[in-house]
């Protein structure tokens, strides 16, 4: 192909340094390579890469490069695709209940709860792998017995199910946030944290890593949970059931506070939580297309290699791990693992998510 191509040293090596970075340098959240074809002629290449969760590179080129070059380049970059990605609600997600409690302001997407109803949303799709982002803005002042809830699910009875949910409290308490993993409908795996920030005076991240060998909870890209892939123990892992992605605002005073015992103000209402920068980049799968087929689609072969099955996510890095340990110390206040009172045998898989 290069004997055909006329070409200067410099492009060659920004070209170069694209692919390095592409193939090197994935974890969480790295956006795919972007390749637009301008013209028959020429064409403008723009990677945005991401390493997170500390630090971030942004590189954009734009060259004129011979477009014989395109299907080589595309072919360096192709381990890095991811299918679906968008900031933008109405193209990933539609209302599910409650539309006359939705507020739409410019890019800030608002769910109402108030003594009539809350309100939900999910996504038009089902996804395999990858990673779903939202920024939420939580219930502002006094918000015990409400849940803000977002989370990834499949369907049926043995479903698989992975969970954020935001427990209100009164004015001048931390919210609590409560994760859950659900695999073959069997959850009672919970986990409480409280934050280190104000989750109500600011948007934060909250994101779902998923791929065949870890799911992982993130808070600003800094992992609050780890479940691992056990299987070779005999443990049941959730990598063959696509899922939705939802989110909703309701109320659960009868449990979310205090164990119930503090109830819902309803003078203080509406409750109100702000959404913005909807990120999903993962493997679309097709209602109509068999489980087993779409697991198959969504896993890297010889053919394709998708950024969530590389090495480097296979585990959580040293910083990650250590980020995860400093989350576990000072921050979480309940773990179904150390609950002997509720599982006196402890859950197989506790003792390896033990930090």
């Given at each position: 192909?290069?004997?055909?191509?006329?070409?200067?040293?410099?492009?060659?090596?920004?070209?170069?340094?694209?692919?390095?970075?592409?193939?090197?340098?994935?974890?969480?959240?790295?956006?795919?390579?972007?390749?637009?074809?301008?013209?028959?002629?020429?064409?403008?290449?723009?990677?945005?890469?991401?390493?997170?969760?500390?630090?971030?590179?942004?590189l954009a080129v734009t060259m004129a490069i011979p477009v014989t070059l395109l299907f080589g380049f595309f072919m360096g970059l192709v381990l890095v695709v991811g299918l679906v990605s968008s900031a933008k609600f109405e193209e990933l997600f539609q209302p599910s209940w409650a539309l006359d409690h939705f507020i739409h302001e410019g890019e800030l997407l608002k769910l109402k709860l108030d003594n009539h109803s809350g309100a939900g949303f999910s996504s038009k799709s089902k996804y395999m792998f990858g990673k779903v982002s939202i920024q939420i803005k939580l219930v502002e002042g006094d918000s015990a017995g409400t849940v803000t809830a977002f989370y990834m699910s499949s369907d049926g009875s043995n479903h698989n199910e992975f969970d954020f949910e935001f427990l209100g409290n009164t004015t001048g308490e931390p919210y609590t946030v409560q994760t859950n993993v659900y695999v073959n409908g069997v959850g009672n795996r919970e986990q409480r944290l409280n934050l280190w920030f104000d989750p109500t005076k600011e948007f934060h991240s909250y994101s779902i890593f998923w791929n065949q060998r870890q799911v992982v909870f993130l808070v600003d890209e800094t992992p609050i949970r780890l479940h691992t892939n056990m299987e070779n123990k005999g443990i049941p892992f959730p990598k063959d059931q696509a899922m939705g992605v939802y989110s909703s605002i309701w109320n659960a005073d009868d449990w979310a506070t205090q164990g119930g015992r503090i109830k819902t103000d309803w003078t203080h209402?509406?409750?109100?939580?702000?959404?913005?920068?909807?990120?999903?980049?993962?493997?679309?799968?097709?209602?109509?297309v068999a489980a087993a087929d779409n697991?198959?689609?969504?896993?890297?072969?010889?053919?394709?290699?998708?950024?969530?099955?590389?090495?480097?996510?296979?585990?959580?890095?040293?910083?990650?791990s250590h980020q995860l340990r400093w989350v576990r110390a000072n921050h979480m206040v309940y773990d179904y693992c150390?609950?002997?009172?509720r599982f006196p045998v402890l859950p197989p898989e506790c003792m390896h998510h033990r930090q």
């Open positions: 192909m290069r004997s055909n191509m006329t070409w200067h040293k410099g492009e060659e090596k920004l070209v170069r340094v694209l692919v390095e970075e592409a193939n090197g340098r994935i974890e969480f959240g790295y956006k795919k390579a972007i390749v637009l074809l301008y013209s028959i002629e020429h064409f403008s290449v723009e990677a945005s890469l991401c390493s997170l969760p500390l630090n971030s590179i942004t209402a509406p409750f109100i939580a702000t959404y913005k920068g909807f990120e999903i980049d993962g493997c679309e799968c097709p209602v109509s697991a198959n689609k969504c896993i890297s072969n010889t053919e394709r290699r998708y950024w969530w099955d590389e090495p480097t996510l296979s585990e959580l890095n040293v910083h990650q150390t609950d002997t009172a």
